[in-house]
Protein backbone atom coordinates (compact mmCIF):
# COMPACT_ATOMS: atom_id res chain seq x y z
CA UNK A 1 0.00 0.00 0.00
CA UNK A 2 1.41 3.54 -0.96
CA UNK A 3 2.51 5.83 1.64
CA UNK A 4 0.52 8.93 1.43
CA UNK A 5 2.23 10.62 4.15
CA UNK A 6 5.85 10.18 2.15
CA UNK A 7 3.90 11.32 -1.38
CA UNK A 8 2.95 14.34 -0.10
CA UNK A 9 5.99 15.48 2.09
CA UNK A 10 8.30 14.37 -0.99
CA UNK A 11 7.61 17.95 -2.94
CA UNK A 12 8.65 19.57 -0.30
CA UNK A 13 12.35 17.87 0.21
CA UNK A 14 13.26 19.47 -2.70
CA UNK A 15 13.48 22.18 -5.49
CA UNK A 16 15.20 25.61 -5.62
CA UNK A 17 12.62 26.85 -2.86
CA UNK A 18 13.45 24.51 -0.42
CA UNK A 19 16.63 24.80 -0.67
CA UNK A 20 16.50 28.44 -0.78
CA UNK A 21 14.88 28.03 3.17
CA UNK A 22 17.20 25.48 3.97
CA UNK A 23 20.57 27.38 3.07
CA UNK A 24 18.92 30.47 4.65
CA UNK A 25 22.15 31.92 6.71
CA UNK A 26 24.30 35.50 6.99
CA UNK A 27 25.49 34.34 3.39
CA UNK A 28 21.98 34.31 1.85
CA UNK A 29 21.15 37.06 3.33
CA UNK A 30 24.54 39.22 1.97
CA UNK A 31 23.58 37.53 -1.44
CA UNK A 32 19.73 39.01 -1.23
CA UNK A 33 20.99 42.24 -0.65
CA UNK A 34 23.36 42.56 -3.16
CA UNK A 35 20.85 41.07 -5.27
CA UNK A 36 18.29 44.24 -4.33
CA UNK A 37 21.01 46.56 -4.83
CA UNK A 38 22.41 45.36 -8.07
CA UNK A 39 18.75 45.38 -9.77
CA UNK A 40 18.25 49.18 -8.18
CA UNK A 41 21.26 50.38 -9.98
CA UNK A 42 20.72 48.83 -13.50
CA UNK A 43 17.48 50.86 -13.10
CA UNK A 44 19.20 53.80 -12.32
CA UNK A 45 21.63 53.56 -15.09
CA UNK A 46 18.56 52.79 -17.21
CA UNK A 47 16.98 56.12 -16.63
CA UNK A 48 20.55 58.27 -15.94
CA UNK A 49 23.08 56.32 -18.32
CA UNK A 50 21.77 57.88 -21.79
CA UNK A 51 22.35 59.60 -24.46
CA UNK A 52 19.90 62.66 -24.43
CA UNK A 53 21.88 63.16 -20.58
CA UNK A 54 25.77 63.05 -21.55
CA UNK A 55 24.90 64.89 -25.25
CA UNK A 56 21.64 65.93 -25.65
CA UNK A 57 21.25 66.61 -29.52
CA UNK A 58 20.52 70.21 -28.84
CA UNK A 59 23.52 70.77 -27.02
CA UNK A 60 25.93 69.22 -29.59
CA UNK A 61 23.47 71.53 -32.77
CA UNK A 62 23.75 75.34 -30.43
CA UNK A 63 27.38 74.28 -30.25
CA UNK A 64 28.51 73.53 -33.31
CA UNK A 65 26.55 76.11 -34.71
CA UNK A 66 27.78 78.68 -33.06
CA UNK A 67 31.19 78.26 -32.92
CA UNK A 68 30.76 78.05 -36.43
CA UNK A 69 28.73 81.47 -36.61
CA UNK A 70 31.30 82.76 -34.18
CA UNK A 71 28.67 83.72 -31.69
CA UNK A 72 30.86 83.36 -28.78
CA UNK A 73 28.65 85.20 -26.68
CA UNK A 74 25.36 83.03 -27.68
CA UNK A 75 27.77 80.29 -26.97
CA UNK A 76 28.76 81.49 -23.49
CA UNK A 77 25.41 82.34 -22.94
CA UNK A 78 24.45 78.43 -23.71
CA UNK A 79 27.28 76.44 -21.86
CA UNK A 80 26.97 78.57 -18.65
CA UNK A 81 23.42 76.98 -18.35
CA UNK A 82 23.61 73.81 -20.13
CA UNK A 83 24.90 71.15 -17.91
CA UNK A 84 25.84 68.79 -21.00
CA UNK A 85 29.23 67.50 -20.99
CA UNK A 86 29.81 69.33 -24.31
CA UNK A 87 28.97 72.40 -22.26
CA UNK A 88 30.84 71.67 -19.58
CA UNK A 89 33.88 71.11 -21.65
CA UNK A 90 33.42 74.21 -23.74
CA UNK A 91 32.89 76.03 -20.72
CA UNK A 92 36.00 75.63 -18.81
CA UNK A 93 37.63 76.77 -22.34
CA UNK A 94 36.12 80.16 -22.93
CA UNK A 95 36.05 81.24 -19.12
CA UNK A 96 40.07 80.27 -18.95
CA UNK A 97 42.05 82.37 -16.74
CA UNK A 98 44.66 83.07 -19.18
CA UNK A 99 42.66 83.19 -22.23
CA UNK A 100 45.42 81.54 -24.50
CA UNK A 101 45.00 78.43 -26.85
CA UNK A 102 47.17 76.33 -24.71
CA UNK A 103 45.25 76.84 -21.03
CA UNK A 104 41.87 76.40 -23.03
CA UNK A 105 43.05 73.12 -24.51
CA UNK A 106 44.41 72.00 -20.61
CA UNK A 107 40.77 73.54 -19.08
CA UNK A 108 38.94 70.91 -21.50
CA UNK A 109 41.15 68.30 -21.23
CA UNK A 110 40.83 68.49 -17.67
CA UNK A 111 37.22 68.56 -17.67
CA UNK A 112 36.45 66.13 -20.08
CA UNK A 113 38.42 63.76 -18.11
CA UNK A 114 36.23 64.82 -14.79
CA UNK A 115 33.04 64.06 -16.49
CA UNK A 116 34.23 61.23 -18.29
CA UNK A 117 35.18 59.63 -14.87
CA UNK A 118 32.15 60.81 -13.16
CA UNK A 119 29.54 58.78 -15.79
CA UNK A 120 31.86 55.75 -15.73
CA UNK A 121 31.65 55.96 -11.28
CA UNK A 122 28.25 55.85 -12.51
CA UNK A 123 28.31 52.45 -13.64
CA UNK A 124 31.50 51.37 -11.56
CA UNK A 125 28.83 49.77 -8.33
CA UNK A 126 27.45 47.03 -11.03
CA UNK A 127 31.04 46.09 -11.15
CA UNK A 128 32.11 45.81 -7.90
CA UNK A 129 28.88 43.61 -7.42
CA UNK A 130 29.33 41.56 -9.94
CA UNK A 131 32.75 40.73 -8.52
CA UNK A 132 32.02 40.00 -4.73
CA UNK A 133 28.57 38.13 -5.51
CA UNK A 134 30.65 34.55 -6.90
CA UNK A 135 33.05 35.41 -3.90
CA UNK A 136 30.71 35.56 -1.20
CA UNK A 137 28.74 32.75 -2.86
CA UNK A 138 31.62 30.56 -3.24
CA UNK A 139 32.54 31.23 1.21
CA UNK A 140 29.39 30.60 1.81
CA UNK A 141 29.76 27.03 0.13
CA UNK A 142 32.79 26.41 1.60
CA UNK A 143 31.13 27.14 5.04
CA UNK A 144 28.29 24.69 3.76
CA UNK A 145 30.91 22.28 3.24
CA UNK A 146 32.44 22.69 6.66
CA UNK A 147 29.16 22.27 8.50
CA UNK A 148 28.40 18.68 6.36
CA UNK A 149 31.46 17.36 6.79
CA UNK A 150 31.70 18.37 9.97
CA UNK A 151 28.67 17.03 10.98
CA UNK A 152 29.78 13.51 8.92
CA UNK A 153 32.45 13.14 11.58
CA UNK A 154 30.72 13.77 14.13
CA UNK A 155 28.30 10.78 13.33
CA UNK A 156 31.49 9.06 13.02
CA UNK A 157 30.63 8.93 9.20
CA UNK A 158 27.68 6.62 9.54
CA UNK A 159 25.94 9.26 7.70
CA UNK A 160 24.72 8.16 4.15
CA UNK A 161 24.82 9.48 0.85
CA UNK A 162 21.37 10.81 0.65
CA UNK A 163 22.53 13.45 3.83
CA UNK A 164 25.68 13.98 2.42
CA UNK A 165 24.52 15.05 -1.04
CA UNK A 166 21.53 17.29 0.40
CA UNK A 167 24.22 18.84 2.80
CA UNK A 168 26.13 19.38 -0.28
CA UNK A 169 23.47 20.60 -2.33
CA UNK A 170 22.96 23.30 0.32
CA UNK A 171 26.12 24.17 0.18
CA UNK A 172 26.43 24.47 -3.39
CA UNK A 173 22.95 26.77 -3.68
CA UNK A 174 25.37 29.84 -1.98
CA UNK A 175 27.34 29.18 -5.31
CA UNK A 176 24.32 29.24 -7.33
CA UNK A 177 22.48 32.93 -5.66
CA UNK A 178 26.24 34.47 -6.12
CA UNK A 179 26.50 33.45 -9.72
CA UNK A 180 22.25 34.81 -10.00
CA UNK A 181 23.67 37.75 -8.75
CA UNK A 182 26.47 38.43 -11.02
CA UNK A 183 25.67 37.28 -14.32
CA UNK A 184 23.03 40.32 -14.80
CA UNK A 185 25.26 43.09 -13.55
CA UNK A 186 28.16 42.11 -14.96
CA UNK A 187 26.25 41.71 -18.08
CA UNK A 188 24.24 45.57 -17.71
CA UNK A 189 28.27 46.67 -16.62
CA UNK A 190 29.66 45.71 -19.79
CA UNK A 191 27.10 47.22 -22.18
CA UNK A 192 26.68 50.29 -20.06
CA UNK A 193 30.36 50.60 -20.11
CA UNK A 194 30.75 50.97 -24.09
CA UNK A 195 27.41 53.17 -23.84
CA UNK A 196 29.28 55.39 -21.63
CA UNK A 197 32.34 55.41 -23.50
CA UNK A 198 30.64 55.98 -27.61
CA UNK A 199 27.99 58.79 -25.85
CA UNK A 200 31.67 60.33 -23.76
CA UNK A 201 33.69 59.88 -26.86
CA UNK A 202 31.10 61.77 -29.12
CA UNK A 203 30.44 64.79 -26.02
CA UNK A 204 34.40 65.60 -26.03
CA UNK A 205 34.81 65.65 -29.94
CA UNK A 206 32.19 67.76 -30.23
CA UNK A 207 33.58 69.94 -27.86
CA UNK A 208 36.90 69.82 -28.99
CA UNK A 209 35.58 70.81 -32.53
CA UNK A 210 34.06 74.53 -30.56
CA UNK A 211 36.95 75.11 -28.91
CA UNK A 212 40.04 74.61 -31.93
CA UNK A 213 37.09 77.62 -33.55
CA UNK A 214 37.87 80.24 -30.62
CA UNK A 215 40.13 82.63 -31.54
CA UNK A 216 43.22 83.62 -29.39
CA UNK A 217 41.17 86.09 -27.99
CA UNK A 218 37.42 86.02 -27.20
Known amino acids: MM???LA????RAGGLWWLFTQSFDLFTVVLLA????GM?????????????AIVPVRATKVIDEASRAGNWDELRAFVSKDGSMSSLIVR???FAPLGTAESRRELAELTASEESARWFRKIEP??????LGPLVGLA??????VLAFTTLGEQGGQSGPTDLSLGISKALFHTLLGLCVAIPCLLVYGLYRGIVDRHCTRATIVAAGAIERVPERV
Do not use: H, K, Q
Open 3 to 5: DWT
Open 8 to 11: VDAP
Open 34 to 37: FSIV
Open 40 to 52: AWVVRCLVEVRAS
Open 92 to 94: AAL
Open 126 to 131: LNVIGN
Open 140 to 145: GTVWGM
